[in-house]
């Protein structure tokens, strides 16, 4: 299969290349330094298993049309990348593995063919050319908004022949918002509290906070017409659980000086709140506290240590 991984950082290059090493026929789209380093020593996995792969890597994307594009770029960066990518977006299969709500949306207003997807594997670039693949999960992926394609299970299978464990749903846009509605909670308590996980666990007052924000997240879907195949608030133990040593990803990004995904996940739910007459006080103070957080860029409260 000839695939574009359009947004290769962290994620991607791991898809990419465990793809690559499958014997697909795969070029990753990146920026630099990432590229460079990938050109001169091949890409870099550690962690989960340790491997070079040499494969395509370029800052552009080619002009001849793959089988699938895999979107992989932060939710902030997707407008950007599928115009970059121009024509050959239009009737090509693109896949989502972002995290956030409105990917696939895009997709389809560039003349995609949207596969959503969700994944919890996790993945940090140690370096330029270097992933490590830190946690191994599973990706759930299905014809957006919902139904079935064979193509959708030909993908699967793909991504399970390089060693990717990859379902298929009827309903991912449900998986999305569940997986939204979870990191609309822990993402955001963690960043602003700066803690692992698992401490939003421990703490009887930051669990009753994550699990207000579950329910505001899940009447504002179920309002909008979502249904779910998992209840978020069994994902959000479940997940509590499974990540209990995780600095999430959003607080990363903040400590990277980085900006966060945080307008694609409760600045969504608000969004979709205002679309059907609902208020979203939970989603919209924790979206507040955290756009703050990311203008402050850690001038204030770190003066107090
Ligand atoms: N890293 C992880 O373990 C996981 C990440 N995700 C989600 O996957 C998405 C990507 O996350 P990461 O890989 O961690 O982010 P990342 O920042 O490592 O990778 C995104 C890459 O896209 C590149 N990029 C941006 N615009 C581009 C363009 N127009 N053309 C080519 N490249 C472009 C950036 O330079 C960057 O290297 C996010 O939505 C994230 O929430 C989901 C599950 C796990
Ligand atoms: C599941 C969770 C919350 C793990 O930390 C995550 O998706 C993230 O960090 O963005």
């Known amino acids: ?13 791991l898809f990419g290349g465990l793809l690559a090493e499958a014997g697909e026929d795969v070029i990753l789209i990146g920026r630099e330094p990432h590229v460079g380093a990938i050109k001169k020593k091949g890409l870099i996995i550690r962690g989960i298993v340790d491997t070079t792969v040499h494969v ?16 992989s770029t932060k939710a902030y960066s997707t407008e950007e990348a599928l115009k970059s990518a121009g024509e050959i977006v239009k009737g090509t299969w693109v896949l989502s593995i972002q ?34 693949w830190r946690g191994k999960g599973v990706t759930v992926i299905g014809l957006y908004p919902q139904g079935h394609d064979p193509f959708v299970e030909e993908v699967a299978n793909t ?20 997986k939204a509605i979870v990191n609309s909670a822990i993402n955001t308590i ?16 930051l669990l009753s906070i994550a699990m207000e924000v579950v329910k505001e997240g899940c009447k504002i879907a179920l309002q909008n017409g ?21 600095y999430n990803s959003m607080l990363q990004d903040i400590w990277r000086g980085k900006q966060t995904e945080i307008d694609y996940i409760n600045g969504k739910i608000v969004e979709y709140a ?6 979203a006080p939970m989603n919209t103070l924790l979206w507040a506290l955290v756009k703050a957080k990311e203008e402050l860029k850690g001038n ?5 240590k």
């Open 1 to 13: 299969m000839k695939i574009y991984v359009l947004g290769a950082g962290a994620i991607g290059s």
């Open 56 to 71: 395509e890597a370029m800052t552009s994307v080619p002009r001849d049309r793959p089988d699938l594009i895999i979107l």
């Open 99 to 132: 995290n956030g709500i409105g990917n696939e949306e895009r997709i389809i207003k560039f003349g995609g063919r949207a596969i959503g997807g969700i994944t919890t594997n996790g993945v940090v670039m140690s370096e330029p050319g270097i992933i490590e």
């Open 159 to 178: 991504l399970e022949r390089a060693g990717l464990e990859t379902h298929v749903t009827e309903n991912v846009q449900g998986w999305i918002w569940s």
């Open 190 to 205: 963690g960043t602003i509290l700066e803690i692992k996980n698992e401490i939003i666990m421990t703490n009887d007052y």
């Open 226 to 246: 979502i249904e779910f195949e998992v209840p978020p608030m069994e994902l959000l133990f479940q997940t509590l659980e499974q990540t209990k040593e995780n």
């Open 274 to 279: 205002k679309a059907v007459n609902l208020d």
């Open 300 to 304: 204030v409260w770190r003066k107090r």
